[in-house]
């Protein structure tokens, strides 16, 4: 009996996501965390009103997805898709964390 739950138990649960249609790699989706992280902190270093700060951020989020080439709701439905699933949410929040150490370490050696 124990070994029948065991056997039950280590089988991993099947993926249920759905595919975006455009997929972006997980790369991808670092590379648009970390310049939205970091147009976060410029906004909240500028001290403006919230009203201020949110339209600031918007129009920074705007320019990095135009640069990055990717349509807001395509990387929404990326962003949704990968966080559902604990690996891939902690792949991406790791990349994102690792890149923006990098920077740090990098502007503090210049």
């Known amino acids: ?3 029948f739950l065991w056997a039950c138990g280590s089988e991993k649960p099947k993926d ?3 595919i975006p249609k455009n997929l972006l790699s997980k790369e991808q989706v670092i590379k648009v965390l970390v310049e939205i992280n ?3 902190a410029m906004v909240s270093m500028a001290n ?9 951020y918007r129009k ?3 320019h990095i997805l135009k640069k990055l080439q990717i349509d807001s709701a395509v990387f929404m439905e990326n962003y949704h898709y ?3 699933n604990v690996d891939d949410g902690e792949i991406i929040y790791r ?4 890149s923006l150490l990098l920077r740090q370490a990098h502007k503090n050696i210049d």
């Open 48 to 56: 403006l009103p919230f009203e201020h700060s949110v339209f600031r």
């Open 16 to 18: 249920t996501r759905k």
């Open 95 to 98: 990349g994102v964390q690792d």
């Open 38 to 40: 970091l147009a976060e």
């Open 1 to 3: 009996m124990l070994l």
């Open 60 to 62: 920074y989020e705007r």
């Open 82 to 84: 990968y966080i559902q």
